[in-house]
């Protein structure tokens, strides 16, 4: 039988993360932190233990919808999830707390692979452990949620390749593209506290080419100022002639080292930057001791439909592994509480998403 731990040390909570599977940088202590001081979800940092040992731990982001609350772990619990025994008692306590909470609903998405590969192509591959994990949630009656906060599907790279392999896999024009932009004199540099201002301008620069709303340099400055400093965020900036072009923000944690941010002026893009920069992170990851490049992102439906084909194709020139998670599930205790929020929701998220497009223009 699990007993529960709540941990408020930031030291111990990351330390002990660190060391389960699965463990994810949207479960660490500065992301529940990060989240509690911009958008209001109140952190409860349980850790599930078997006698003095930590097996599982959830970092769970709480919010009032008035009376009631809602509840998401983001990219959790961390936990074996080929341990049927603890993912039962793990989620036993969860569902209880939900209960106990009053919640509406639970959310739940864990970087459990259900599929590697594209759907229906001769490397699509079920993985046993995901589609277990899938059949145990819907046996508990947990839904597949209308609300997918994160990405459902991404592309990782393994990093235990050296980098001469690392290279050669790429496609042709991928590669090729690496290589002209270090000759036509494409530098790559690491970013530091000091250089918010530009990453912030460059990216607000992308936003407003490619159509998708940013926040306020205030968010961003605490996103990505107590991630560096944390040593969980790392910054490489793209120059020519020592003007910068094109940056990446990497944020990594335990194995894996993800791409989460990238922007690019609409200067100089002849010079391929945002190819080098790729390439570079890799390698950066690589040099600190991560197994896994994760590029964060990939289409729901694999087809020029998806709007987010076009950075796929950019993505899939690097090869990897297409890697399909379970995306989020939804548990709630009240049927029709949840099927009432799940009506209202889309208007009042539409609506704050007017409200933030008026404010930034």
Same mark, same amino acid.
């Given at each position: 039988? %699990? ?16 060391t ?13 932190? =990060?989240?509690?001081?911009?958008? @209001? ?48 008692? *793990? ?38 452990t ?13 839904? =597949? ?5 994160q990405?459902r ?37 690491d970013?530091?506290?000091?250089d ?17 709303i ?12 107590? =991630? ?5 965020a790392h ?12 940056? *990446? ?10 791409? =989460?941010y @990238? ?14 920069l ?10 600190? @001791? ?41 548990y ?25 497009? %008026?404010?930034?223009?």
């Amino acid at each position: 039988m %699990l007993s529960i731990e709540r941990i408020q040390d930031k030291d111990q909570w990351n330390n002990r993360l660190r060391t389960l599977p699965y463990a994810h940088v949207l479960q660490t202590y500065e992301w529940g932190e =990060f989240k509690r001081i911009t958008t @209001g979800w109140q952190p409860q940092r349980l850790a599930f233990k078997r006698g003095d040992t930590v097996v599982a731990m959830a970092s769970v982001g709480v919010r009032s919808v008035g009376p009631l609350k809602v509840m998401y772990i983001a990219k959790g619990p961390a936990m074996d999830y080929a341990d049927a025994e603890l993912v039962n008692e *793990v989620l036993d306590n969860l569902q209880q707390m939900a209960r106990r909470e009053h919640a509406i609903w639970l959310k739940i998405d864990p970087d459990v692979v259900v599929a590697t590969g594209v759907p229906g192509d001769e490397n699509d591959s079920p993985d046993m452990t995901g589609n277990a994990f899938l059949q145990a949630l819907r046996e508990r009656g947990w839904r =597949f949620s209308g609300d997918q906060v994160q990405f459902r599907n991404t592309i990782t790279i393994d990093l235990s390749q050296d980098e001469d392999t690392l290279l050669a896999q790429m496609s042709g024009n991928t590669r090729r593209k690496v290589r002209i932009a270090g000759r036509k004199g494409v530098a790559v540099r690491d970013g530091t506290i000091a250089d918010l201002h530009i990453l912030y301008d460059l990216y607000r620069i992308t936003g407003q080419r490619d159509g998708f709303i940013i926040r306020s340099l205030s968010y961003y400055e605490q996103a990505w100022r107590a =991630f560096i400093e944390a040593g969980l965020a790392h910054a490489l900036i793209a120059e020519v002639d020592g003007r910068a072009i094109a940056h *990446v923000i990497l944020f990594h944690f335990g194995r894996k080292c993800w791409y =989460f941010y @990238g922007a690019s002026s609409n200067e100089e893009r002849q010079r391929m930057p945002n190819y080098l920069l790729q390439w570079e992170a890799m390698r950066w990851a690589k040099s600190r @001791g991560y197994a896994v490049y994760d590029m964060w992102g990939a289409p729901d439906v694999f087809d020029e439909s998806d709007a987010m084909w076009g950075v796929y194709q950019f993505k899939r020139g690097f090869r990897g592994t297409v890697t399909r998670y379970i995306g989020a599930y939804d548990y709630s205790p009240s049927t029709m509480l949840y099927a009432g929020y799940t009506k209202l929701w889309p208007y009042a998220l539409n609506l704050m998403k007017r409200r933030a497009e %008026l404010k930034f223009f």
